[in-house]
T-cell receptor, first 112, second 113 residues
Framework: GEDVEQSLFLSVREGDSSVINCTYT??????LYWYKQEPGAGLQLLTY?????DMKQDQRLTVLLNKKDKHLSLRIADTQTGDSAIYFC????????????FGSGTRLQVQP | DGGITQSPKYLFRKEGQNVTLSCEQN?????MYWYRQDPGQGLRLIYY???????QKGDIAEGYSVSREKKESFPLTVTSAQKNPTAFYLC????????????FGPGTRLLVL
């Protein structure tokens, strides 16, 4: 199966909180990342969490990591229309090949 | 302004033609990466380079080639052997060979005529 899995689509109303979920399979992952991609653009690093942490907060963003279940989530508080984009979860594996493994992305649609 | 630049933004390839995508970074990063993105999918690794004059194949290297003659440059050539080249190509770099925290360029969209 896929190394990193995400749901395809999430729709929320402006001002609500959004929660985007991700599961990964490699328990030796060192860092886990969230990237944002707007249409036709590259990936923008939003935040990351080291594998020995269980939570990280950065302004409107909260990342939760459950290592036992290999589950990562990104919560966006007070979601705005400008948050509409595709969000990618990625893991950095603790192997000689230091590249990221990405999920297929979750499209977040924010309704006014 | 530090960052990663990719050019061109759009590139058209004719049948049997090789084309080269440019990636330049002025972040003084050691490692650079090329990913391919197809619609509705995540990114797949084509090639990566952890240091000048060295590079390694990723998951989908067939039909592609790279060079790393300078630290700041990592061009990708899409050869005629790549039968399905239409995709969005993303270049990234990271500060060291550890690969954590990769920063991405704006991408090049390759289309086949």
């Amino acid at each position: 199966g896929e190394d990193v899995e995400q749901s395809l689509f999430l729709s929320v109303r402006e001002g609500d909180s959004s929660v985007i979920n991700c599961t990964y399979t490699d328990s030796s992952s060192t860092y886990l990342y969230w990237y944002k991609q707007e249409p036709g653009a590259g990936l923008q690093l939003l935040t990351y969490i080291f594998s020995n942490m269980d939570m990280k907060q950065d302004q409107r963003l909260t990342v939760l990591l459950n290592k036992k279940d290999k589950h990562l989530s990104l919560r966006i508080a007070d979601t705005q229309t400008g948050d509409s984009a595709i969000y990618f979860c990625a893991e950095s594996k603790n192997t000689g090949r230091r590249a990221l493994t990405f999920g297929s992305g979750t499209r977040l649609q924010v309704q006014p | 302004d530090g960052g990663i630049t990719q050019s061109p933004k759009y590139l058209f390839r004719k049948e049997g033609q090789n084309v080269t995508l440019s990636c330049e970074q002025n972040l003084n990063h050691d490692a650079m990466y090329w990913y391919r993105q197809d619609p509705g999918q995540g990114l797949r690794l084509i090639y990566y380079s952890q240091i000048v004059n060295d590079f390694q194949k990723g998951d989908i290297a067939e039909g592609y080639s790279v060079s790393r003659e300078k630290k700041e440059s990592f061009p990708l050539t899409v050869t005629s052997a790549q039968k399905n080249p239409t995709a969005f190509y993303l270049c990234a770099s990271s500060i060291d060979r550890g690969g954590e925290t990769q920063y991405f360029g704006p991408g090049t969209r390759l289309l086949v005529l």
